[in-house]
């Protein structure tokens, strides 16, 4: 069991390390890595509003209300995954 998470976290380290080159490259290739810094935080606001919406639409009032009214079912849901993934 050790084995299989080591080599999970092996390649998610491996494939994080992979973006990471091709952000950086896909930055000097569009010369963000040369311009100042106050056009770079400017030029990605528009991340920071789609990341902002996504947000506000998942976690609204509605979804609060449901997960608050079926928490037991969700919490017994995971103890289920969690014995099965344990094997006892």
């Not at 390390?17 to 040369?34: E, M």
């Not at 037991?72 to 344990?86: C, E, G, K, S």
Request: hydrophobic letters at 55%; proline letters at 0%; aromatic letters at 18%.
């Amino acid at each position: 069991m050790i084995t299989a998470i080591v080599i999970v976290f092996y390649v998610c380290l491996f494939l994080f390390t992979v973006g990471t080159v091709l952000a950086l490259f896909s930055s000097w290739r569009a010369g963000c890595l040369h311009r100042d810094i106050q056009e770079v935080k400017s030029g990605l606001g528009w991340v920071f509003l789609t990341i902002k919406n996504f947000a506000q639409l998942i976690f609204n009032r509605t979804v609060y209300h449901h997960l608050m009214s079926y928490y037991m079912f969700y919490t017994l849901a995971l103890l289920f995954m969690a014995v099965a993934i344990t094997g006892t």
